[in-house]
């Protein structure tokens, strides 16, 4: 049985008398790997420098192994943070970065070396002990910055989106060495991130926010399959979102025809958000699926292809590993068990049609915003 560590009670937080955070209601257990995810603005930063005592919230309460901790400035906190930015001390090397905090606490030298050498065997850096910080490698500053933070044994990490700057690969080498390092030192770890794939690779509980609310809390096998609302649906990978009618349990109505489906417990004839994820849907001959469309664009994916297909008017994004041309009539079949009912919420009607759909322009679109912003940085 998992021990709470970490209560946040109404905790509510504004800026500028703009509400940040409103009424959030959250624990964290001991030894978790909790992540916060959401888009830019949702409140998660928020929520972990509240956690970490940078901030102070206008209501609720931050409790600590049942124990009130509002007023209780960082340094006193078990607690500790890493941030995207590293904030090495470019002038020190490997070794005097990590012991830097254990010298502020007046520990002897004998066993400052003996946790820093512990610290730099569980992330992977022994040999870098006179290395300077200057001379690594992002992924080598990223894991320095883990190792200082974790040297002094805080009871928690929190982690600020710590591998926005890294390149892809290096990323994805690092979700691994973080969830290892988190399992080896068993640490409870607070994690904030808006990337979908890191928050679903890492992470024992998500927790999805939107505008200062949580919208979930689950596994990651639980948010991606059983979405609470269109924007948990939408924001957790790709998703198909339909207008449906609930007619009774285990029957559900879309695009005019009835369809067998594994939920229950809705209102007789009760409106209701239907979920399709693009993996799950069998593609067939035009005359024999549930339902036939139009192939309006093709783009190839490495393993599959993305297709937009049209069906009355509302375009599907569907994955698939067999090739289908612009313009080919196909029809797909529906297992009930790959039909994913949702309750009507204020987000219905804003997510699910692929109408405008290009990941090519989404990703430049990334890549042109984080040049404008190292532009900024520069001139700043």
């Known amino acids: 049985m998992s021990k709470e560590l970490i209560r946040l009670a109404g905790i509510s937080m504004a800026f500028d008398g703009e509400v940040v955070l ?9 030894s978790e ?55 090495l001390f470019p002038h020190l090397d490997v070794y005097d970065n990590i012991a830097f905090g254990l010298r502020i606490a007046k520990l002897d030298e004998e066993e400052i070396s ?9 992330v992977g850096m022994r040999g870098f002990e006179e290395r300077k910080v200057d001379n690594l490698s992002g992924g080598q500053m990223q894991r320095i910055a883990i190792a200082r933070a974790l040297v002094n044994r805080p009871k928690v990490l929190l982690l600020d989106e710590p591998l926005g700057a890294l390149d892809m690969r290096l990323r994805k080498d690092m979700q691994n060495e973080l969830k290892r390092i988190q399992q080896q030192m068993e640490i409870t770890f607070v994690y904030v991130t808006h990337d979908q794939e890191e928050a679903l690779t890492m992470s024992d509980t998500i927790v999805v926010m939107d505008k200062g609310e949580i919208q979930q809390i689950g596994k990651p096998t639980d948010i991606y399959n059983e979405p609470k ?19 009774e ?35 067939v ?38 090739f289908h041309p612009v313009g080919a009539n196909i029809g797909i079949r529906l297992n009930p068990e790959d039909i994913h009912i949702m ?37 700043e």
């Open 249 to 283: 349990d285990k029957v559900v109505e879309f695009f005019g025809r009835r369809f067998a489906c594994v939920d229950g417990g809705f209102q007789k004839d009760e409106p209701v958000d239907v979920v399709i994820r693009p993996e799950d849907v069998d593609i």
């Open 33 to 87: 790997f909790l992540t916060l995810l959401g888009p830019s603005g949702c409140g998660k930063t928020t929520t972990l420098r509240i956690i970490g005592g940078f901030v102070k919230p206008v209501a609720g309460d931050v409790l600590f192994d049942g124990v009130r901790i509002n007023d209780v400035p960082p340094h006193k906190r078990q607690v500790n943070t890493v941030f995207q930015r590293y904030a």
């Open 114 to 122: 003996r946790r820093v050498t512990e610290m730099l065997e569980v």
């Open 22 to 30: 409103n009424n959030m209601n959250l624990y964290i257990n001991d």
């Open 343 to 379: 309750r009507k919420s204020r987000y219905s009607g804003m997510f699910g049609d692929y109408s405008s759909y290009s990941a090519e322009y989404d990703e430049i679109g990334d890549a042109e915003l984080a040049e404008e912003l190292e532009e900024q940085e520069e001139e």
């Open 229 to 247: 609302n269109a924007f948990v649906a939408d924001f957790i990978g790709e998703s198909n979102i339909l207008d449906g009618i609930m007619h």
């Open 285 to 322: 001959k035009a005359d024999s699926g549930h339902l036939c469309g139009t192939v309006t664009s093709v783009t190839f994916k490495g393993v599959h292809y993305d297709i937009i297909v049209d069906f009355h008017g509302f375009k599907w994004l569907i994955q698939t590993t067999d």
